[in-house]
């Protein structure tokens, strides 16, 4: 195959280019060097191969970043060799990046070559709207400012034993604020295009009363802008893809897809848990069980001067209606961090983004993939992890080496 050079130069062209991408915190990663099995096996078949880096961190800004860097290096080595096959071969959640460049590569450029892809023990990302209740949102930030400022004014005039509890929550609740608002930091489009862009907006129209309007907002579930939470969920979801377009590889016993599978039954549990949650914050029927027996016994108290004074039932009462409130926040609470500590296994932006939606992972993306399930690497002596054996795994090396330069040339546009 022969190609003309930038510089007018006439040159071999390669019949198909090979890009490696390793997975999180894999700066270092061997196996896409030169001198690496599968480098050497794709080499010798006569491939092309190009190594892919990026930030290697364990969150969804920098793999969003990373796919659309890997979209222009697509670009620009299909504009270089434009009769080559371009292929894929990613590890862990390189495979995401992968796919998600494939599919902004589409966007950019409709009639673009097929770009094939092969995923080593990478966990899919699925996401699923989260229904945001407005008044649950103000009910629960409430409730967390008030636990807060509660934990932060026993503690400063000094702590006592009874007071611990008050301040387990309140440590739990800013955990969970700071986790979130360090995931909004990440993301400039949450601070741009999304609702602090919009509350800046509403404190310039109206300086004297912007609170009643972000209040107002916050209440009808229009804080965040509809058009920024769809965004974001479709750049969590896995693209769906074809069955000649991605071979999956798996091997049983991946340590990673273990781990994850336990934050994904977290995240069952508080998706269980959520109806309720909202149920219970934004319930009249409750709140009318703790406020209106308050109202009706000190009334009674004030009109019939029974046997208790009014200030003893107001005082009784009080401390009911507090304790059940109480109750309800704690319970709110403890779902909520079950939900984003259910989110930290996707990344430090996890528990920012499972305000937005419902994440899991899945053996396969959307759409008909080709899976490869191996059986569990039965050598005594190895020290790799299942997870990172694959790419150093000879059958593995093979299978790839088959089926990129055994497969049929791609005809047409994908």
Same mark, same amino acid.
């Given at each position: 195959?022969?190609?003309?050079?930038?510089?007018?130069?006439?040159?071999?062209?390669?019949?198909?280019?090979?890009?490696?991408?390793?997975?999180?915190?894999?700066?270092?990663?061997?196996?896409?060097?030169?001198?690496?099995?599968?480098?050497?096996?794709?080499?010798?078949?006569?491939?092309?191969?190009?190594?892919?880096?990026?930030?290697?961190?364990?969150?969804?800004?920098?793999?969003?970043?990373?796919?659309?860097?890997?979209?222009?290096?697509?670009?620009?080595?299909?504009?270089?060799?434009?009769?080559?096959?371009?292929?894929?071969?990613?590890?862990?959640?390189?495979?995401?990046?992968?796919?998600?460049?494939?599919?902004?590569?589409?966007?950019?450029?409709?009639?673009?070559?097929?770009?094939?892809?092969?995923?080593?023990?990478?966990?899919?990302?699925?996401?699923?709207?989260?229904?945001?209740?407005?008044?649950?949102?103000?009910?629960?930030?409430?409730?967390?400012?008030?636990?807060?400022?509660?934990?932060?004014?026993?503690?400063?005039?000094?702590?006592?034993?009874?007071?611990?509890?008050?301040?387990?929550?309140?440590?739990?609740?800013?955990?969970?604020?700071?986790?979130?608002?360090?995931?909004?930091?990440?993301?400039?489009?949450?601070?741009?295009?999304?609702?602090?862009?919009?509350?800046?907006?509403?404190?310039?129209?109206?300086?004297?009363?912007?609170?009643?309007?972000?209040?107002?907002?916050?209440?009808?579930?229009?804080?965040?802008?509809?058009?920024?939470?769809?965004?974001?969920?479709?750049?969590?979801?896995?693209?769906?893809?074809?069955? !000649?377009?991605?071979?999956? *590889?798996? %091997? &049983?016993?991946?340590?990673?897809? #273990?781990?994850? +599978? /336990?934050?994904? @039954?977290?995240?069952?549990?508080?998706?269980?848990?959520?109806?309720?949650?909202?149920?219970?914050?934004?319930?009249?029927?409750?709140?009318?069980?703790?406020?209106?027996?308050?109202?009706?016994?000190?009334?009674?108290?004030?009109?019939?001067?029974?046997?208790?004074?009014?200030?003893?039932?107001?005082?009784?009462?009080?401390?009911?209606?507090?304790?059940? !409130?109480?109750?309800?926040? *704690?319970? %709110? &609470?403890?779902?909520?961090?079950? #939900?984003?500590? +259910? /989110?930290?296994? @996707?990344?430090?932006?996890?528990?920012?983004?499972?305000?937005?939606?419902?994440?899991?992972?899945?053996?396969?993306?959307?759409?008909?993939?080709?899976?490869?399930?191996?059986?569990?690497?039965?050598?005594?002596?190895?020290?790799?992890?299942?997870?990172?054996?694959?790419?150093?795994?000879?059958?593995?090396?093979?299978?790839?080496?088959?089926?990129?330069?055994?497969?049929?040339?791609?005809?047409?546009?994908?």
């Amino acid at each position: 195959m022969i190609a003309t050079s930038p510089d007018g130069s006439v040159r071999d062209a390669p019949d198909t280019v090979v890009t490696l991408i390793p997975g999180t915190w894999a700066g270092k990663a061997a196996w896409i060097r030169a001198d690496s099995p599968l480098s050497s096996a794709l080499t010798t078949a006569g491939c092309q191969v190009v190594p892919f880096e990026w930030s290697h961190r364990n969150c969804h800004r920098a793999r969003a970043r990373a796919a659309v860097r890997l979209a222009e290096q697509l670009q620009g080595q299909i504009n270089e060799n434009p009769g080559a096959r371009q292929w894929v071969v990613a590890h862990s959640h390189g495979g995401n990046i992968a796919l998600h460049a494939v599919r902004c590569l589409r966007k950019s450029c409709a009639d673009a070559p097929r770009v094939s892809t092969v995923t080593l023990a990478t966990p899919f990302i699925h996401a699923r709207r989260r229904a945001l209740s407005g008044p649950a949102v103000f009910v629960l930030a409430v409730f967390s400012a008030v636990v807060i400022g509660w934990a932060w004014t026993l503690l400063a005039h000094g702590p006592h034993w009874r007071d611990w509890p008050v301040f387990a929550v309140g440590a739990l609740v800013a955990t969970d604020a700071l986790a979130c608002m360090a995931g909004a930091c990440m993301h400039p489009g949450f601070r741009w295009r999304g609702s602090l862009r919009w509350l800046g907006r509403r404190v310039n129209a109206n300086p004297e009363g912007w609170t009643f309007d972000v209040l107002g907002a916050v209440l009808r579930g229009e804080f965040i802008r509809p058009g920024y939470r769809s965004e974001l969920i479709s750049s969590l979801h896995s693209p769906t893809v074809e069955p !000649a377009g991605v071979l999956v *590889v798996r %091997a &049983a016993g991946d340590e990673a897809s #273990m781990s994850l +599978a /336990a934050g994904q @039954f977290l995240g069952w549990i508080s998706a269980m848990l959520n109806p309720l949650l909202t149920k219970l914050l934004t319930s009249k029927w409750l709140w009318g069980v703790i406020i209106a027996p308050l109202t009706i016994l000190v009334a009674a108290a004030l009109v019939t001067r029974s046997v208790l004074p009014a200030e003893r039932v107001v005082v009784y009462v009080s401390v009911v209606a507090g304790v059940a !409130a109480a109750a309800v926040g *704690v319970l %709110a &609470a403890a779902v909520v961090s079950v #939900m984003l500590a +259910a /989110a930290l296994p @996707f990344g430090w932006d996890g528990p920012f983004l499972s305000i937005f939606a419902s994440c899991s992972t899945e053996a396969a993306p959307p759409g008909q993939a080709t899976i490869l399930q191996l059986e569990p690497f039965a050598d005594a002596g190895r020290r790799m992890l299942a997870h990172s054996g694959l790419y150093g795994s000879e059958a593995v090396i093979s299978t790839i080496v088959a089926h990129i330069c055994g497969s049929p040339q791609a005809s047409g546009r994908g």
